[in-house]
């Protein structure tokens, strides 16, 4: 019995079963884990005791609450699909390069074509072909080289959470950056309050840093750390604020003026306010993949690629496909009388925001 994730063709690392996913250098999220751990665990060590006892008891659960929000958030980020879109299978493929070669003596490549679609907002907006793939590539979905895959609402791919963030995670994201600044500011609060109240009970200032050099470590940690943390999710706030992505931003997608048009995020909702509630409480699409999906033996006969592609082996490609298999393809449900990507199909199809 397979599984749709063992033949997936990505970059992306599959545990249990396909339940989780990451990238595949994940040496950076593990650096970051350890990080956080080693930190925690030294303010639970040996600032907590003194602090419950001189202070509050309170002091150590809420840090311990704080924490554990950090590594959920964290894990949740780094396992969870972003939102990887199913490549393009061997008969849409088939069909876009017969169509091309019909449709115009001097037809552009694939890899070079684009379409132009208009969203339900009335914005048009050109569609190109990702040449890995074999798909155009809807709205906001960019191929991420390190993951080798195609990304809905693609805003980067993180090395610190060893993941995409997309889709299906950003939001995670988002709350991970949130509670790790918290957790930041918490600990290094109490490291300086930690050294105050020794500092009162010893001689010099000098003797109070001896008696805790843990405290100082998590400091001196925190400090460095909590800069660029803080700074990051202040930037993601001012992103989700505006309902775009930290890609688009970058390449300017929705300040950019064109001749007798000014282009305008058509993602927004008008509000701060409204955007920040549709992209952290709004309902998240299942995975487009299905990853756990058993595949039958013959529905992945590993056939030579490059013959399968030839125009001229058309029938001998479509034979390998299954009724039900050309009829469902890649969670995608098509009628046998229209094609998916027949004129007559993309006019009566309602065009997705991914959003």
């Given amino acids: 019995m397979v599984r749709k994730w063992e033949i997936i063709e990505s970059k992306n690392r599959f545990y ?123 709205p906001r979905v960019s191929h991420c080289s390190l993951c080798d895959a195609c990304i809905a609402n693609f805003d980067h791919h993180c ?15 988002y709350l991970f950056l949130f509670s790790l600044s918290i957790l930041c500011a918490y600990i290094f609060a109490f490291n300086i309050t930690h050294v105050v ?47 775009i992505t930290t890609n688009e931003d970058i390449k300017n997608t929705w300040n950019a003026s064109r001749p007798g048009m000014t282009m305008k995020n058509p993602y927004s909702k008008g509000h701060s306010c409204l955007n920040c509630f549709s992209i952290l409480c709004g309902p998240l699409p299942p995975s487009f993949l299905n990853l756990r999906a058993i595949v039958k033996p013959d529905d992945h006969i590993n056939m030579t690629r490059n013959a399968m592609m030839n125009t001229n082996n058309a029938q001998d490609l479509i034979r390998y496909q299954h009724e039900e298999n050309r009829r469902t393809n890649n969670n995608r449900v098509y009628t046998t009388m229209t094609h998916p990507y027949s004129e007559r199909k993309q006019n009566s199809y309602p065009p997705r925001d991914y959003v």
């Fill in 16 to 138: 249990c079963d396909g339940r989780c996913l990451t990238g595949r250098n994940i040496g950076v999220f593990i650096l970051a884990l350890v990080l956080i751990i080693v930190t925690s665990g030294l303010f639970f060590a040996f600032d907590c005791p003194y602090l419950a006892n001189r202070l509050h008891p309170a002091i150590p659960v809420f840090a311990a609450i704080i924490f554990l929000t950090v590594i959920c958030f964290i894990f949740r980020t780094a396992c969870s699909d972003p939102g990887i879109l199913p490549r393009g299978t061997s008969d849409e493929i088939l069909y876009l390069e017969r169509s091309n070669v019909s449709n115009s003596p001097q037809s552009v490549a694939l890899p070079g074509r684009t379409i132009e679609v208009q969203m339900s907002s009335g914005h048009v907006i050109q569609l190109k072909f990702c040449s890995t793939c074999k798909i155009f590539r809807p």
């Fill in 197 to 243: 109240l020794r500092a009162q009970e010893k001689p010099s200032f000098i003797d109070a840093i001896r008696d805790t050099p843990a405290t100082v470590v998590e400091a001196i940690i925190c400090f460095f750390s909590i800069w660029s943390i803080v700074g990051l999710w202040g930037y993601h706030t001012y992103l989700i604020c505006r309902s």
């Fill in 159 to 173: 090395p610190w959470v060893g993941n995409c963030v997309g889709l299906r995670n950003y939001r995670y994201f």
